[in-house]
């Protein structure tokens, strides 16, 4: 499945918990979630999330054949850190895709990047999910 579809599957149960959820690609059926502000507090830059709890501050991406392979979940990441009001990133990713394992090679990365204490986020947390098939 696309990480459109898996996100369409998941939607109602995010919209019981409070979150906000994309429902299509147009600019008014996206989560826009600000980043910097400029006069008057407007929005002067905002990225877009599949899905944003604002009062819980979380933010969730759900990402598909990409995720691993073009390292979308760094760029998931990075954009989480930059997000105004936002304290925890949530990452989907396939547990399979093809023949690569990209939760198990996103786990390691995260496991890196934590363990290696190199590099400190401004997130309370990262949590990444494995879904689909796996072997």
């Known amino acids: ?14 919209v ?15 989560i ?3 980043v910097l502000f400029g006069r008057n507090g407007s929005v002067s830059k905002a ?12 933010v969730l991406e759900v990402e598909a054949g990409r995720g691993y392979l ?3 979940f760094l760029k998931d990441l990075f954009q989480a850190c930059m997000m105004n009001d ?8 396939r547990n399979l895709y093809i023949e690569s394992r990209d939760f ?16 400190t ?4 947390g990262v949590l990444l999910l494995g879904y689909g098939a796996s072997r």
Not at 16 to 30: H, I, T
Not at 86 to 93: G, L, M, S
Not at 121 to 124: I, S
């Open 1 to 14: 499945m696309k990480s459109d579809q898996v996100l369409a599957r998941v939607r109602s149960g995010l």
């Open 16 to 30: 019981e918990l409070g979150f906000a959820v994309e429902v299509g690609k147009k600019s008014a059926e996206k």
């Open 32 to 34: 826009r979630v600000p």
């Open 47 to 58: 990225f877009d999330a599949d899905a944003w709890h604002k009062e819980q501050r979380v």
């Open 70 to 72: 073009n390292n979308q």
């Open 86 to 93: 936002v304290d925890y990133c949530v990452i989907a990713v």
């Open 104 to 119: 198990d090679s996103v786990a390691a990365f995260f496991d890196t990047l934590y363990t290696s204490g190199r590099l």
């Open 121 to 124: 986020l401004p997130l309370k």
